[in-house]
């Protein structure tokens, strides 16, 4: 928990508040700041051969973390090309835009490998010569508030993602942004060792309990 503050306030002292854009850098449409805007899709279920294979097909449940390596669920190039399923690059931001979690969180992660989406979820591919895609994902940790106020104020369970694209964000210089994603990747480093040495104090009390 201290460590997942310590990237919060690293951005917020580097970036200011984003929703306020209180340092004043210039912003950009959403969807401007993207080479790519992928939907995701179910393959039909009535298919059980298009659930074996290797590719991960992330959906809201598997959305627990913001770093994916892997999914419950995995398809095939079959289930791929008989649905609107499609392969979204590594390091692009997934986002849980349908779901019963809205009410409290907004889900989102950036893959570390190629994965594909369900139809409640949406994957930004970012231009890379604009923004970063952990900056992005640091935006939107603060952005939530905003976009979840509206999720309350309606009765469905949904973004409404017209309005997403839409959203300005502030773009900082490129190399500070990049600079944000070193110490981004060194902190979760660090996250991982603590939860590795937690997961080993697990065992060894156990054996010892055993």
């Known amino acids: 928990e201290a460590l997942d503050q310590l990237t919060q306030s690293v951005f917020l002292e580097m970036f200011g508040d984003p929703v306020k ?20 899709g179910t393959p039909s279920k009535s298919n ?55 009410k409290k969180k907004l889900p ?10 369900n139809q409640d979820m949406k994957a930004f591919v970012v231009d890379k010569n604009k923004i970063t895609v952990e900056y992005l994902l640091y935006f939107f940790e603060f ?20 309005q997403i694209k839409e959203i300005l964000v502030p773009v900082p210089p490129i190399n500070k942004q990049k600079e944000f994603s070193n110490i981004f990747y060194k902190v979760l480093a660090e996250k991982n060792k603590c939860l590795q040495q937690l997961n080993e104090l697990e065992n060894n009390f156990n054996s010892l309990m055993q």
């Open 143 to 162: 952005y939530q508030k905003v976009l979840l106020n509206r999720v309350r104020s309606v009765t469905a369970d949904n973004l409404d993602f017209q």
């Open 21 to 40: 854009n209180s340092l004043g850098f210039k912003t950009e449409p959403l969807h401007e700041l993207c080479v790519h805007i992928f939907g995701g």
């Open 48 to 102: 059980p051969e298009y659930y074996i294979g290797n590719i991960p097909w992330v959906t809201p449940k598997d959305m627990k973390d913001i770093v994916i390596n892997d999914s419950i669920d995995h398809i095939n190039e079959d289930a791929i090309a008989n649905s609107s399923a499609k392969l979204i690059p590594p390091n692009s931001l997934l986002m849980v835009i349908r779901s019963g979690i809205l």
């Open 108 to 117: 989102i992660a950036i893959n570390t490998r190629e994965v594909t989406v």
